[in-house]
């Protein structure tokens, strides 16, 4: 399955509890280079995995973290995201996920406007040992299978609901 675009406008192509990109522009200064200003001037939270500091390359990350990768953060219930794909196969597939979670969450997929997924647990990567507060939300973890979703062969619109909890950030969803 491809992502053939993700959709810009607010209120079509996602909601966020506020209008200010809390990490392109806010959390990233504004300087010039593409991984702090992209997409600033739009709500959705956007950020980068970083090496300096440990921020994204510290010890309590239980899979390896690539750095200078895009992620969605700063997420809340109620918000969401919506992709537009192309399924070359029907089938059902297996649901992966890359993320961090300062607390167990849950989030859920519509498929073209009905829920396909219901509640997907998403399981908190906090760790007690790290004494460095703002770093529990940046312990990263992967799961190769927190539900399932059936899709048809076609061009189809996901959309990622925040539903508990919040206080993740999701780099990237696999179907397999």
Do not use: C
Not at 14 to 27: P, R
Not at 38 to 61: C, L, Q, W
Not at 95 to 116: H, M, W
């Amino acid at each position: 399955m491809r992502i053939l675009q993700y959709r810009r406008r607010r209120g079509i192509a996602y909601h966020d509890s506020d209008s200010t990109n809390n990490g392109s522009g806010k959390l990233n200064p504004a300087n010039g280079t593409f991984l702090n200003e992209f997409r600033m001037k739009e709500g959705v939270d956007i950020s980068y995995t970083k090496a300096h500091d440990h921020i994204d390359d510290n010890p309590y990350n239980t899979v390896p973290r690539d750095n200078n990768k895009l992620y969605v953060g700063w997420t809340q219930p109620g918000e969401w995201i919506n992709y537009t794909v192309k399924v070359n196969k029907s089938a059902t597939y297996k649901i992966g996920v890359l993320y961090t979670s300062n607390g167990d969450g849950a989030i859920s997929i519509d498929v073209d406007g009905k829920d396909a997924t219901g509640p997907m647990k998403i399981a908190s990567t906090h760790n007690d040992r790290d004494t460095i507060a703002w770093r529990q939300w940046h312990h990263w973890n992967g799961s190769d299978a927190i539900g399932s979703i059936a899709l048809t062969k076609g061009i189809h619109v996901l959309k990622l609901h925040i539903v508990t909890n919040g206080n993740m950030n999701l780099d990237y969803f696999d179907f397999k």
